[in-house]
T-cell receptor, first 111, second 111 residues
Framework: GESVGLHLPTLSVQEGDNSIINCAYS??????FIWYKQESGKGPQFIID?????DKRQGQRVTVLLNKTVKHLSLQIAATQPGDSAVYFC??????????FGTGTRLQVFP | SQTIHQWPATLVQPVGSPLSLECTVE??????LYWYRQAAGRGLQLLFY??????ISSEVPQNLSASRPQDRQFILSSKKLLLSDSGFYLC??????????FGPGTRLLVL
C-alpha cells in the first residue's frame, strides 16, 4: 500500500491529557473502519471499530469519530497513560477481503 | 475467540538461504488468512492472502511465496532470501472478511 514507504508522524502528549489521533481514509465507499494499536515488537492489536452508518462509537477510554463528508476518522484516548504509547493504525474496508491501512501515528506519552 | 501462533519469533538467515515461516490459528474455522511485512518504523504491506485451502492471492511481485495446506495453517516461503527480505512478518486472521486479528510476528534478519 501507499503507506508502506512513509515515516510515521508522531504525537507527543502529557500523561493524563486526552489524545486525538487522526486518519484520512481513501475510499468514500468504505463502510467499515478499525483502529489498531501496535506496541514495539508486537503484532497490531484491535482497539475499536465503527461502521459507516454511525458517527461515533465509544469503548473503554477510547472514542472513534467518523466524518464521512471529509473521509476522516479519529481516535480519542481519554486520560492518556504511559501504557498507551504505541503506533496507532487506522484501517478501512469496502466490501472486500482486504483492509487498507493508514500510515500510522506514533503516540508518545511523557510524564 | 481465535488465537494466532507464529514461529519462529526471531530468525537470522544468510542471503541465499531458504525460508519457511509458519502461522497457525486456533478457535475458528475457514478463516481468511493474511501475510504482511513491516519494515522498521513503517506501515503494513500486504504480501499474500488466502480465503481457503490452496487458494492464494499475491499482492506484490517478490521473492516470496505462500501456501495454505490446511484450513488453519498458512506458510510463507522463499527459495533464496535477499537482504531486502528482512523485516517483521505478521500473520493475520479474519473470520468475517472484515476484522483482522494479528499474530505476534516473526522478526527476520537476512545477513
Amino acid at each position: 500500500g501507499e503507506s508502506v514507504g512513509l515515516h510515521l508522524p508522531t504525537l507527543s502528549v502529557q500523561e493524563g491529557d486526552n489524545s486525538i489521533i487522526n486518519c484520512a481514509y481513501s475510499n468514500s465507499a468504505s463502510d467499515y473502519f478499525i483502529w489498531y494499536k501496535q506496541e514495539s515488537g508486537k503484532g497490531p492489536q484491535f482497539i475499536i471499530d465503527i461502521r459507516s452508518n454511525m458517527d461515533k462509537r465509544q469503548g473503554q477510554r477510547v472514542t472513534v469519530l467518523l466524518n464521512k463528508t471529509v473521509k476522516h476518522l479519529s481516535l480519542q484516548i481519554a486520560a492518556t497513560q504511559p501504557g498507551d504509547s504505541a503506533v496507532y493504525f487506522c484501517a478501512e474496508n469496502f466490501n472486500t477481503d482486504k483492509l487498507i491501512f493508514g500510515t500510522g501515528t506514533r503516540l508518545q506519552v511523557f510524564p | 475467540s481465535q488465537t494466532i501462533h507464529q514461529w519462529p519469533a526471531t530468525l537470522v538467515q544468510p542471503v541465499g538461504s531458504p525460508l519457511s515461516l509458519e502461522c497457525t490459528v486456533e478457535g475458528t474455522s475457514n478463516p481468511n488468512l493474511y501475510w504482511y511485512r513491516q519494515a522498521a518504523g513503517r506501515g503494513l504491506q500486504l504480501l499474500f492472502y488466502s480465503v481457503g485451502i490452496g487458494q492464494i492471492s499475491s499482492e506484490v511481485p517478490q521473492n516470496l511465496s505462500a501456501s495454505r495446506p490446511q484450513d488453519r495453517q498458512f506458510i510463507l516461503s522463499s527459495k533464496k532470501l535477499l537482504l531486502s527480505d528482512s523485516g517483521f512478518y505478521l500473520c493475520a486472521c479474519a473470520r468475517d472478511s472484515e476484522t483482522q486479528y494479528f499474530g505476534p510476528g516473526t522478526r527476520l534478519l537476512v545477513l
